[in-house]
């Protein structure tokens, strides 16, 4: 039984990472598309700033949706992982898994949040500036 827990963690592990990777590269995506759409309105003679302001709205949106999958995504990898630990611990191997990794994978879900405010951001700002 404690296999079948494992691999049901390790293929939760899996999901959750897959889940974040979307995330960040949806929010991505579409700040660069954003950026390039704001840019081409703010080049325009006559810019249309609803159709801008509509796309900032967007921004903001995608990108707190994001922050917030990210965040709820760091939980539930905590969560899980510290589920393995225990199996590990009980059955004497945790001596094969380094527990300071928790926190290189906090660093690693504040990375991806920098990423996703910073491109939102540039997104969001530089059109007008233009």
């Not at 960040?24 to 950026?35: E, K, P, Q, R």
């Not at 951001?121 to 233009?130: D, K």
């Given at each position: 039984m404690i296999e079948y827990v494992h691999e049901h963690i390790i293929e939760e592990i899996k999901t959750n990472t897959r889940t974040d990777i979307i995330?960040?590269?949806?929010?991505?995506?579409?700040?660069?598309?954003?950026?390039a759409i704001n840019s081409a309105f703010a080049g325009e003679n006559d810019p249309n700033f609803m159709a801008m302001s509509i796309f900032i709205v967007l921004i903001i949106v995608v990108n707190l949706v994001a922050i917030i999958g990210l965040l709820k995504g760091r939980q539930t990898h905590f969560k899980l992982v510290s589920g393995l630990l225990k199996i590990y611990h009980d059955n004497g191997v945790e001596g094969y898994y380094d527990p300071t990794l928790l926190g290189a994978y906090k660093i690693r879900y504040l990375l991806f949040i920098i990423v996703v405010v910073t491109t939102g951001?540039?997104?969001?700002?530089?059109?007008?500036?233009?």
């Open positions: 995330f960040v590269l949806a929010s991505i995506l579409l700040n660069l598309v954003t950026l951001l540039i997104a969001g700002i530089i059109p007008f500036i233009i």
